[in-house]
């Protein structure tokens, strides 16, 4: 039964080879550091780091954090030392270790983003994530609306050469139609989830247990709807699709390509099991060999939807 | 930082009303660097459980092969840990954070509330006769670890709320009575947050270094999620900024903490 | 510490003084006659019967059952055998044993609905609730569209004056929209949420777990989600709030309420533990003893938002 | 229909390799109404464990005052069961569905596939000797309850894919040999639905009424979900309705099962 072929964990992403298709997630891995005792970023297909802003922010008032039923809610608000800080600490450093590095930009205006942007333009970034879709900030997101979507994705279109990916929000009636804007307008890859908004309430103190009210679900809770809107935006788009929400382990990650990811992140499941990643690495592999696939993408798409 | 899984040696009741436990792993790894004032991520909860959040518990003492962690039982997951029997394997993160400048040329006095006593006899264990611990707890069922504190060789003074063990009041009293001794060097704080922030306004007058140990939410624990933040004085615009629990704490110096 | 004071449990909703604000919800509950051996639809405050439909429905072929983290996939597909067989069979007998029934109601056009509510208007039915929001058919459904909402629910309300309450989906962008244009339309009330619409993956057929692929999701993991909307639409609408998702036990209802839900409805839960309405029932009348309320329905927007 | 808490007497290892269980239940409640071919559903898991369906179960056999389910650990719910220790309690909904239309004046022919054959066991405690098991199994390993088939009375031919235990091959031809013999009235069948129907198929050649239990998917388990169903025979324009599994079943007669 042993199968001692080799596999090929390498994918392209939007125009780009990675190691593997494993990811861990904006703001659950912080820039690449914490984590290395017992993972290097240079192991991961990529990083996507922390969301940089172009001014340093503060984030939302503590409490942040609020455990739901398998999942947590958080309302960090986008807390970043700044796009500059990242460009001059974290990022040669990153880089100088052989790590494939993913920065997740957000700014209040269209401007912000493209100054951020134009910052990262001149580094040796591998793409930037547009993240579009934070559930922790006032006002509707532009990953709300499709319009807004499309125009944003263009102008950072015309100002870097560099894959763009676009972060979806899933608190959208229709992820394919965002999806579709995103690609329109000159997107190389979506990454989707983002965090569901969501809320709880300490029946004793009669509050809510975040300071900010409301805040972003992630852990397996939010799996099935991470991977039906992956499975739809994939179907939709002809870019690359990079999927996650909710993965903690391998057969996870094998349930999101076949709902169409040609690349996976973790998130949330960090905390639950700081390993994941690369036992999700070893476990894909694996299930390649046990199934005599020569290169993990061939697990993307290969769902049967006719009984 | 350790990622492993350890094996529960003891898991015994401190103080049955209170629900206190005290637990040991087996673990020479895990001791090894461990510095009081720090704290472990425990994996709780069977295979089929709804956490996904590991819990997080201060070290309350070591020995070359083993740690101990005493915990109270507030909630679903400190109620599972509540079951959990000798030779049981636990998901063990840690030693995490930053301890208790623990210095032994410093006379230090250390001021525990409830289950914040857990990390001030994790310096206790290092001070041992350099330090006095005062204690406070809600009533005399909370009572416990005593004896331990005791046996590192560190005085201890109780206060109770409803006078049912030791004195009755606030610990802020005695903390106000040793302090009035002139002896101290040092002041090492863990409670609730009114009590530490009412130890700390009282600290202002006098001339002692203070130090608190600030449990706040915690995601990851290690520094990643941004999640555990306090809000700390900082040489920037706005005088302040938002530090990691977790990662720059959880002890942070009193006079730098922004209640 | 005990306190004998008698709480009163009755709240008014749409304007109908129900016994008490535990209502099961519909889908979950069949007619009432299913969990008869454990509770009785008359001890409900309410009991939101199974979809019916102007002609019998078959629904989705099985399977239409799937587990997730926290919760369960479905895809029904809204099987009922006709609205004149419930008026005929069903709706008498809830009536004789003194259930408050609101009935759920679903069409493939506004005219479907219409024909339904014509039916219905004629009978004792004490509410009627719209479904424009199964996740499980085909088709952007009816409460994905403010417009399509307010004048669906504007052609229901001049055939009936009995009240109207129009149930959100939570596969929206805005459900403050939607609950506002519902109450422009001229709704009693609002109920929310139905199912989020989610996706499993059996990895060894390779095949979706469920044959309609896609199902919603219900029980605890959608309760964070639930409960933010739930806080969101009673903050911006005047019309009773009926809320639900994930309610497994008292302490649950006791949020929802507290989020600003005038009424709970428990779906999902009854899977886990069929007396979970009951000892509601029994677990908010406590939490009233225990906090002084005098009537349950204090519990409503006793939230505390200012730290 | 009871929804009560029962006590747990024995959970006993049938089958190592094919991690098969026995549980007894003290409950004289749950046993006195109990039909055979009805089910439980049993909740799994602790407080906070993130499985929100329970799990349905045949009845294997009762007596006066305990009731008897055997099952399979096929995944992280049965998983949990095997873990189960005697004195435990476990919440239980049932008896469950309509179960076989047992009559002691047929001549009953038993057909059971792998975890199938605790459904028919349930039938074979009322029937004895007037009916005849034949039951199929991957392999060796995963043979038993055998001696208890015995043991009411009830005469056992095996059968295995792989002819590590009894005869080699598929159920269906022993069925085929016993049909041929022209002594059976019934015929019950539980098993894969591959099994079940092709046993229907090979029986339309035959006078005898046959009944077969399905095992849906299940959410409520009690008739209000609509989650079970089937496709079933039926007298309306389309010609089968949808059907389901825990109230109109999970024993239909097959002639009426659109497979
Ligand atoms: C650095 C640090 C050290 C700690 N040391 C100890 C100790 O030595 N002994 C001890 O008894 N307790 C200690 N605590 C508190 C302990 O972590 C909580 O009591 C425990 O997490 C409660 O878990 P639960 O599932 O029983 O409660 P629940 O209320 O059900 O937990 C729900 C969620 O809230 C979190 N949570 C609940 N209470 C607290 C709290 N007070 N602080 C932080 N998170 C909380 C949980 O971790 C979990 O994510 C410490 C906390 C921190 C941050
Ligand atoms: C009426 C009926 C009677 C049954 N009797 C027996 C019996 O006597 N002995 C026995 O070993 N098994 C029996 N089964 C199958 C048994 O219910 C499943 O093996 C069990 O639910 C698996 O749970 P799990 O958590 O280990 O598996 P998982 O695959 O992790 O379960 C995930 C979900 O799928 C459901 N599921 C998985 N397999 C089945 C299945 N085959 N049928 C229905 N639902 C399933 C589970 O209930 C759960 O909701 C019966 C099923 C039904 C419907
Ligand atoms: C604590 C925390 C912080 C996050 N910060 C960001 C962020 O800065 N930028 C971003 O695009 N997504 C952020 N996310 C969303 C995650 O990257 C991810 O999309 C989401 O959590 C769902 O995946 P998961 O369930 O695997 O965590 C954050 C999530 C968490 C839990
Ligand atoms: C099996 C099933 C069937 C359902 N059928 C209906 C339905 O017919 N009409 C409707 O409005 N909602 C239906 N729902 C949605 C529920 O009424 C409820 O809104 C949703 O499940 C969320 O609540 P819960 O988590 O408490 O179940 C159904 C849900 C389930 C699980
Ligand atoms: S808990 Fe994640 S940074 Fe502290
Ligand atoms: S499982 Fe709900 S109707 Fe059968």
Same mark, same amino acid.
Do not use: A, E, G
């Given at each position: 039964m042993e199968n001692t072929k080799k596999v090929d964990m390498t994918v392209d992403i939007a125009g780009i080879r990675l190691k593997n298709p494993v990811m861990t997630s904006s703001g659950t891995c912080g820039y690449g550091r914490d984590y290395l005792d017992i993972w290097s970023p240079a192991e991961l297909g990529a990083i996507m780091v922390k969301a940089v802003s172009i001014e340093p922010r503060n984030g939302n008032p503590p409490p942040r954090i609020a455990e739901i039923p398998s999942g947590v809610l958080n309302s960090i608000g986008l807390q970043n030392p700044g796009v500059r800080h990242f460009i001059e600490t974290d990022l040669p450093w990153l880089k100088s270790i052989g790590a494939t590095v993913i920065v997740n930009v957000v700014g209040y205006t269209a401007d912000d983003y493209a100054a951020c942007v134009e910052l990262l333009d001149e580094t040796d970034a591998d793409m930037i994530e547009l993240n579009i879709s934070c559930p922790n900030v006032a006002g509707k997101p532009i990953g709300a609306d499709a319009k807004a979507t499309e125009t944003l994705t263009n102008q950072i279109r015309n100002i870097t050469k560099k894959p763009i990916i676009i972060k979806l929000s899933p608190n959208v009636t229709s992820i394919t139609e965002i999806a579709l804007a995103a690609e329109a307008g000159g997107a190389d890859a979506v990454s989707l989830i983002n965090c569901p908004m969501g809320m709880r309430i300490n029946i004793n103190t009669r509050?809510?247990?975040?300071a900010n009210i409301t805040g972003g679900m992630s852990g397996p809770a939010v799996f099935p709807l991470a991977l039906r809107m992956v499975w739809q935006t994939a179907n939709a788009v002809n870019i690359s699709v990079i999927g996650g929400g909710g993965i903690v382990k391998w057969e996870d990650a094998v349930e999101m390509m076949m709902a169409g990811a040609d690349a996976v992140f973790i998130g949330a499941g960090l905390f639950y099991d700081p390993a994941s990643p690369l036992k999700v690495i070893e476990g894909l592999e694996k299930y390649c060999c046990d199934n005599n696939l020569s290169n993990v993408n061939m697990i993307t798409d290969s769902l049967i939807t006719d009984r | 930082m350790l990622d492993i899984t350890a094996k529960v040696i003891e898991n015994r009741l401190l103080s049955e009303k209170g629900r206190i436990y005290s637990l040991t792993l087996d673990s020479p790894e895990l001791s090894k660097d461990c510095l009081p004032g720090q704290f472990y991520e425990i994996k709780v909860g069977g295979l089929d459980s709804r956490f996904l959040l590991r819990r997080p518990f201060s070290v309350a003492f070591c020995d070359d092969k083993t740690v101990t962690i005493r915990y109270n039982v507030v909630g679903a997951g400190t109620e599972w840990m509540s079951g959990i029997t000798p030779g049981q394997m636990l998901d063990v993160l840690g030693p995490l954070g930053r301890g208790w400048p623990v210095d032994k040329t410093k006379k230090t006095l250390l001021v525990g509330g409830s289950t914040g006593i857990f990390s001030v006899l994790g310096a206790a264990s290092h001070l041992g006769d350099k330090s006095r611990a005062v204690l406070g707890f809600r =009533?005399?069922?909370?009572?416990? =670890?005593v004896e331990d504190f005791k046996a590192f060789g560190v005085p201890v003074s109780i206060i109770t709320e409803d006078g049912s063990s030791g004195r009755k009041g606030l610990v802020t009293e005695l903390v106000k009575e040793e302090l009035d001794k002139n002896e101290y060097d040092t002041v090492f704080i863990c409670g609730s947050t009114l009590m530490m922030k009412s130890v700390a306004e009282l600290l202002k007058d006098y001339d002692v270094d203070c130090y608190v140990s600030i449990e706040e939410r915690m995601a990851c624990g290690v520094g990643a999620c941004m999640g555990c933040v306090v809000k700390i004085k900082a040489d920037n615009e706005q005088g302040w900024e938002y530090k990691r629990a977790c990662a720059e704490g959880p002890v942070f110096n009193a006079a730098e903490v922004i209640w």
């Open positions: 509050k809510p247990m975040l | =009533s005399c069922d909370l009572v416990n =670890s």
